[in-house]
């Protein structure tokens, strides 16, 4: 039997899906590329914009279409929350939702025997963190591990609470052997991931996330410590020791900002303000002056004027962020922002899109170019046409001439230029 897979959207899917192929290969699968015929696709849906909803439907037809026989198993939080709506795709077979990944072989053997449609979605509000175990990753050098599921902030724009519940958080000992086991299996780096991976510990007799950090810092072979994403209330006094005195969390991390205008905050019940923001950015400076700081930013959100965008602009050249990803608002039925008064019509999401990209190109270029000549570590992922490939701590890209393979080594490197969104350097000899 053949499977193949597709993932949309965050890197909790990713590593759901990375799981999932682990286990088909465990049960004897052969795994395919999505575009293949297939006897199974399992396709990880997405539904963080309405874009994501479409995309997710658009992947479903694809498989159903590709083989007609094929055993179609659709997950994740498209799935959870338009459960009606992916059923009624010609060629499902499987619906669920976020919770319940790791049964997906019984579910299929399940729907062989009748061939009837199975739709299994849980009610989120008392379910508990489903613990999932990788040991590697296929064709990566860097592991995901999924370390926390669910929110709590009901930000006014965001559906993902209703499609992944309240918080909950794999128990710390799974947490260090799953770790464990990826370094000995030779990977040096891992990127902790979750829905709100700051909020892990929240459901835990006091032990929290700076906790997991310094547990995770002792384990042998393990040198890079990745966070995929923290809220800026989250960075407490702890958390900023934990960072100053770890040797394994690497030079970058991503804090979403969503919008640099207070007022607008305010209506997206983020709970901060731009001087808490700034003052934490400052501080985390302080300790490491050269860290790479990225963001995530919402433009276009109801209520959002020129005034206030231009807020968001001149907050954003005030921080000098490494990079941004940046989306235009999207209504999603049933959340507080869809009906609030005063949406933006689309043509000026769009340029207030550009505007922004533009931005952070330009603060990008100022950023990396101002690292050149220094030492940084580079952990090879790649060798192609003479030159190591990969990424610093500061997740820059760059490459080094050399006349032989080093992949899954980290290098110490000095960066002799930037162009073309990759560093240039040279090995340094030890």
């Known amino acids: 039997m053949k ?15 990375e799981v999932n192929i682990e286990m ?12 293949e015929e297939s006897d199974v696709y399992v396709i990880n849906t997405c539904s963080v914009t309405n874009q994501s909803d479409v995309k997710s439907r658009k992947i479903i037809r694809e498989a159903t279409k590709r083989n007609k026989d094929a055993i179609v198993v659709v997950m994740g939080c498209y ?11 010609p060629g499902v077979s499987i619906v669920i939702g976020t919770n319940n990944k790791s049964n997906i072989l019984e ?6 025997k009748d061939r009837k449609q199975i739709v299994r979605i849980f009610d989120l509000k008392d379910v508990k963190f489903e613990n999932m175990n990788l040991n590697k990753y296929e ?13 709590n902030n009901y930000c006014t724009y965001c559906i993902i609470p209703y499609s992944r519940g309240n918080v909950r958080s794999k128990e710390k000992n799974l947490v260090i052997k799953e ?19 700051g909020h892990y510990g929240l459901d835990l007799k006091e032990y929290d996330f700076s906790d997991l950090l310094r547990e995770i810092e002792k384990i042998d072979g393990l040198e890079r410590i990745r966070i995929s994403s923290i809220e800026i209330k989250e960075l407490n006094d702890k958390f900023i020791k934990t960072l100053k005195n770890s040797k394994k969390i690497v030079n970058h991390i991503h804090i979403p900002l969503q919008s640099g205008s207070n007022e607008i905050l305010k209506k997206m019940n983020r709970r901060y303000n731009m001087d808490e923001f700034i003052s934490k950015i400052n501080e985390i ?7 790479a700081i990225t963001t995530d930013v919402i433009v276009g959100f109801p209520g959002e004027t020129d005034e206030l965008f231009n807020e968001t602009v001149e907050s954003i050249k005030k921080i000098k962020f490494a990079e941004m990803h940046v989306f235009p ?11 609030m008064p005063n949406q933006i019509d689309s043509n000026v999401k769009k340029e207030r899109v550009r505007r922004l990209i533009s931005l952070s190109e330009e603060l990008k270029n100022e950023f990396y170019k101002s690292l050149i000549g220094l030492e940084e570590e580079l952990l090879v992922e790649k060798y192609i046409d003479g030159y190591l490939i990969g990424h610093l701590s500061n997740y820059g890209l760059c490459k080094v001439k050399s006349d032989k393979e080093m992949l899954n080594e980290i290098l110490k490197v000095q960066l002799l230029k930037y162009e073309n969104d990759c560093f240039e350097g040279t090995i340094v000899k030890k």
Request: aromatic share 12%.
């Open 285 to 291: 400076r302080s300790i490491r002056p050269n860290i």
């Open 139 to 151: 064709n990566h050098t860097r592991a995901f591990v999924k370390v926390q599921d669910g929110c």
């Open 3 to 17: 499977a193949a897979f597709y993932t949309l959207g965050c890197k909790v899917n990713t590593y759901e899906t």
């Open 107 to 112: 579910l299929i053997e399940e729907y062989k």
């Open 179 to 197: 770790i464990s086991t990826l370094a000995h299996n030779g990977y040096k780096e891992v990127v902790l991931t979750g829905i709100h991976t």
């Open 79 to 89: 799935s959870q929350i338009k459960y009606l709506e992916a059923a009624s795709i």
């Open 329 to 339: 608002y999207s209504r999603r039925e049933n959340t507080p922002a869809a009906s």
């Open 24 to 35: 088909f290969k465990e049960a004897g699968y052969e795994i395919v590329p999505f575009k």
